[in-house]
Structure formats: C-alpha cells, structure tokens
C-alpha cells in the first residue's frame, strides 16, 4: 500500500482483518485520506443499529424507523443482509456515495438465494443502519439516504 | 441448583388464535416462542406474548405467511429448534418441512412425504384403499353408452364427474339408472368440449351424510394415539360452524369403523403427530366412506382436548423435540361432552360478508367447563387482510344435552362490539330443536338458515 495513492477497497479489508486480529478495542488508521475507525464497542459514529433491535417485539416494524431524520431504505423481507457480493469482494457502495434509485446497496440472504437491495431512490447513502451479514427484519431500515435536491 | 439449559426456541408460523394457542403450549413445555409475523400482525396480541417477533413480510399472505423461504430463513434467524406451522399456510407444504429438515430444524408436523402422499385427492384415495380404507364407490366410464351396469353396481344416486373437470365443473347428479342412461353420453359431449377430454367416471353420492372425524396422533414409527371422534355437519358452503366430541349417536360398530380405519392410515403411513381422518357417515344407509386426512392441528381440536382433558398441541411440539408426548391412552368414547362454536367476523344478515374494523367492546363469558381460544381483545383493530376467524368458544359438560345448553348461555353471555359477528347466528342453531336433538346431516344449516323467519 502506497501512501501516494487511494488504497483499493481490497486493501482497507487486508487492514480490516488485521486490525481485527489484533487485540484492539477500538483503533483508527489513516491512509492518505482515507480513515479507518474500528471499534469492538459498537460505541462508533455513526453507530450501526444495535443488534437487540431485532429482538424487541414490534420494535422495528415498518412504522417506526430507527433513522432519526430522512429517507431509509428497508428490508422488503426478512433475510441476512449483506454489503459485499462475497466476503472477500468490495461492498457495493460505501458510506457517503451517490446512488441512484437502481443502484444495489446490498444483497438479502434468504435461505441461501441472495436477492438484491436496491436503492429505490436518488440520493447520498449517508450511512448504513444495520452491520454486514446482520438479521433483518421486513421493513426494517437498512441505510439512511438523503434524497437531496432530487 | 445447576443452570437451567436454555429454553428451546419454537418459532411459531401463523397468526391470529392459532399462534396464541401454539405461543401458551411452547410456554406450557418450557420453551421461548417467537414469532413470525407479518407486518400487519407485528403489534397483535400475539406478539406481544411471544419472547420475540421476527416481521417476514408485508401484510398480503402471500409476501409473508406463505412464503416458506421466509419462514425458514426467520427459523435461522431466530435461533429456532422447531417450527409450528398452524393450520392453513404453510402447515400442509412439503417445501417448508423440507427447507426445514435441511436446515436440521423440526418441522412440528408430519414428514414431507406424508404432506405429499395425502395432499391431492387421487394420491389419497389410492393411500386409502391400500389401507383398507372405505372409499366412495367409484368407477372409471370405460363407454358412455353402456353405463347401465356401472351404475348398478354403484348404487344411486350418484355423480357423473368429468375425469379432467375440477372445481365444480363437469359434475352432474343422477337418481337412476334411466337417467344415467340417457346423461352419459351428453356429460361425455360436454367433457370433450369443456376440457378436450371426454373420459368420465361415476361415483356414489350421498345428500344426506354426516362429517365425523377421528383424531389421530401418530408416533412416527406406525404406532400412535386414537383420540376419538368428532362431529362437524354444521357447515356452511363446507365452512364448519360447529364442532363436537364424541360425534352423537354413532353406534359402537360404527365407531369402531371409523377409529379402525384411521388406526390402519396411521399404521400404512408412519404418520407423526397431530393429524385428522375424515370420513362422510351417510345418514340413509350404512355406508361409512373416507374423504381425506388433514395433516395438522385443526382449528376444532380443542373438543378433543376439553373431552379427554388433553393438550395435542403441547404433544406435538414435545414430539418434533424428541420428548414423550405425555398423552394417555383412551377409550373411544370420552368421558365428557364439548362443543366449539366458530364465532366470526362475517354479518350472517348480508350473506356472511366478512368485515373488519377496531372491536371496542369484548366481554367472554366465564364458569366451570368455558374455554375460549382467542387473539383478540378490546381495542385490537381486525386486520382485511386474513381469514375471519374472530374466537373459538369451547364448552365442556357432562353429556351432550348440558353442553348444548353451556354452549348456547356462554353465547348469550358474551358481548363483542365494533365489528359484525356470526353469535347471533350461532345462537339460533344452538336454540334449533333439531340441532339440539341431534345429529345433523352437513345439508341442514343451509335450508334452515334461509328459511328462518327473520
């Protein structure tokens, strides 16, 4: 990895799991302009959604999105939801990306079959709401988007 | 005091008091329910007394409850070693049990090939016969214009059923011999129009005839349970209104046809779990004939419970986890009498026009022998979107005529407001001089209703 250049995405998931193995509890590395803040707290900004929401009744029904402003993009059914087409690949868009109403977030697991999430509509994914290869529920937001001027 | 294991997970499949009923057995077995709901049904009373609630799908059925890879996938999700499908849905469709069985969680329900083999009409007619089994005489037209002799052999009256017509079509009804004569070669025309195949066959037809059921619980391995009979010929359109246990007025020799033949079914199919064998019981004749086995709890098996003091569906989740079931052996005729009436939210007064709305008043009767299997309460909003069973009410007696009487005070005395209910109904048939003498043939409640004096 050069500092000159952009690290590639598969560098910054060589640093993942590195840093992962290693016995931090919370570790932040910058590579040119290009951060990376792990934290094995869940005590991130932005947060990822806390995992007991899945087991709270009714918590995370369609009605009542756990984003706290704007658009989301939910879960059409229940499934593991996914960022990356495998666990070695890239996700499919990252945190502050632009994304069309047909560009996939993700991939939803159901009982092997992999469909993908789509956007639904324009706008900045400003951050996911669940983690890589969580449970979700239907209806349940996965990413917020700020649909913007569009 | 050593740690208790953790509490097995059972994911229950359905809604509405089906889901109640299953979430009390899970705790009655000291396991956690969770369940999987629709959107629509993510704040019902249901879910609110599982552990857990995992949302599948929208409200429509069909992106959600009927989706077995949802259903499955909420099972992994959930952490679940067993899965109640209900009854309806999913509960009868091999692919949820196999998605299941390949993940190496129980399906709380007899084994894929059973679902198969008495799925379809044809495949368990054959099953049937193989067990020796009463079946409805039948027999395949091998020339429309020699049917004489067939028919004959038969017996009348009986139906010219097109070999490749279905739902309804291509049925007609002959009294005799003369008129078959003549119709066969007509219905055989009809057939190659209607459905480019002429082929025909005659069975018996029995108008006046009584639904008994025999309650099966199979151990997997051939052996199993007979846990009675039970009488459903109040019906409308095929919809069961009324149910009882033990089926009135059935004679020991006849009885013992039926239990017999359920017991045969059970042996010939390994069967495992709760399951139902139904048979038509003519009133005209001596003819007792097979018509199909459900494979799963029935929305009427609360009389067997309430007459024999037992728990089927706490039996059956103790067999998908590999528990004795804890159900006593019995005799054939149980020690009391229940009744079930299916109040719903249909307007009996506007051709049982199913409504939904928020209920703002609910009041059950209570007293020695009620049971009421419900999900809902004051304020629950009846969602449009599934069946318009509203409660279940059970009422247990001494003998047949104490129930009847039960039966009809816990209507009287139970008040549901906001929505259109089938009570009122209910109350005429129970107050009915002929139900209460009993019993009716499945033909009764149609006439009767329309013919009442409003």
Redesign the interface.
Known sequence: MTPREQPSWQDLLDLVTRLDGGSYDAVSVQVGDVSVTMSRGGALPPPTAPVAS??T??A???TTPAAPTGATIDAP????FYRRPSPSAAPFVEEGAEVTAETTIGIL???K?MSPVVAGRAGVLTRFLVADGE?V????PLAALDPGGS | MTAAPAPPVILVANRGEIAMRVIQAVRRIGGSPVL?A??AD??SPP??A?????????APAA??YL?P??V???A??AGAVAVHPGYGFLSEQPALAE?LEGEGIAFVGPRPETLRAVGDKGSARRVAVEAGVPVAAAADVADPSDVRGLGDAIGYPLLVKAVHGGGGRGIRLVRDADELAALAPQAAAEAEAAFGNGALYLERYYGAARHVEVQVFGDGEGGGWILGDRDCSVQRRHQKLIEECPAPDLSDERRAVLHDAARSLVRALRYRGAGTVEFLVDTESDDVVFLEVNARIQVEHTVTEEAYGVDLVAAQLRLALGQPVGLPDVGPVPPATAIEVRINAEDPELDFRPNSGELTRVEWPRGPGLRVDTHVEAGYRFPPYYDSLLAKLVVRAHDRRAAVDAALAAVRATRLEGLATTLGMLERVLAHPEFAAGPVPTSWFGPVWEGRAS
Do not use: T
């Open positions: 899945a087991a009744p009714a995370a029904g369609p059914m229940v499934g593991v697991e159901i009982m079959m449970a529920e239907f209806g349940q | 999987a629709s959107a993510a704040d879910a609110r599982a552990d857990r609630v995992i949302v599948i799908g929208p992106q959600s989706r890879e949802l499955a996938q909420a992994l999700n998605l």
